[in-house]
């Protein structure tokens, strides 16, 4: 079975530029969660989205921004670029009590 | 903040069985514990997850003290591709809601 699907798996930018990031869920799967992993630290919760709906923001700024398609694959969306926004970008999607996580987009912003 | 706390680091030799702690003192009746590890530079894998009861599947063995204050991880033959860090996570919806990850422990399987 195929499992979370994500893409780029990198990606170069420079500051002041966005990015879009995309997720492609468990097929049956309607949820989808982001996540943030900087070096050495755990992954860092984004957004969560269900059946197109946001129902969870994380402590991030209004740079960061997200959204669910019918089909229940996602983007997320950066704006205005910084340094430190320089991580690996986790998608998750769930079923019942279980997220179960992708391979990840590693961003590295110069 | 995490929830739980759990050792940096810890090694076990290959084959032997390797015992990951986990405290989380403060865990609701409602909360489960969650178990992922991450291979390098890869995404979080899930491992296991339990309320109460002592869980198993192909991959390990939960185990919950009954004051569910604590759990372990048990992984039965440890082997060098076991090598990762493991994330305790507790939640009361691990698929709804959001998981938050501390800085997990780092096992390494030595040969």
């Known amino acids: 079975d195929a499992g979370v699907t994500q893409s780029p798996t990198h990606l170069i930018k420079t500051r002041g530029q966005h990015v879009t990031l995309r997720c492609s869920p468990i097929?049956?799967?309607?949820?989808v969660s982001w996540y943030q992993q900087v070096l050495g630290q755990g992954p860092q919760f984004i957004f969560q989205?269900?059946?197109?709906?946001?129902?969870g923001r994380g402590n991030f700024p209004d740079r960061f921004s997200a959204r669910q398609f019918p089909n229940y694959s996602s983007e997320l969306n950066v704006n205005a670029l910084l340094l430190g926004d320089s991580a690996l970008y986790l998608c998750?999607?769930?079923?019942?009590?279980?997220?179960?996580f992708g391979p990840g987009t590693r961003l590295l912003v110069l | 903040d995490a929830k739980t706390t759990q050792p940096p680091s810890m090694d076990c030799a290959e084959g032997r069985a390797a015992n990951l702690p986990c405290n989380h003192s403060?865990?609701?009746?409602?909360?489960?514990v969650y178990w992922y590890r991450q291979i390098h530079s890869q995404g979080p894998q899930y491992i296991i997850h339990?309320?109460?009861n002592n869980e198993t599947n192909e991959m390990a063995s939960l185990i919950i003290t009954e004051d569910r204050k604590s759990s372990t991880l048990i992984l039965p033959h440890a082997t060098l591709r076991d090598t990762a860090v493991y994330y305790c996570?507790?939640?009361?919806?691990?698929?709804?809601?959001?998981?938050?990850f501390g800085k997990g422990t780092k096992l390494t399987v030595n040969p």
């Open positions: 403060t865990i609701s009746g409602n909360e489960y």
């Open positions: 998750a999607s769930s079923f019942l009590q279980t997220q179960y």
């Open positions: 996570i507790v939640s009361t919806q691990g698929g709804s809601e959001k998981l938050v």
């Open positions: 097929s049956g799967h309607k949820s």
């Open positions: 339990g309320l109460k």
């Open positions: 989205y269900y059946e197109k709906e946001e129902r």
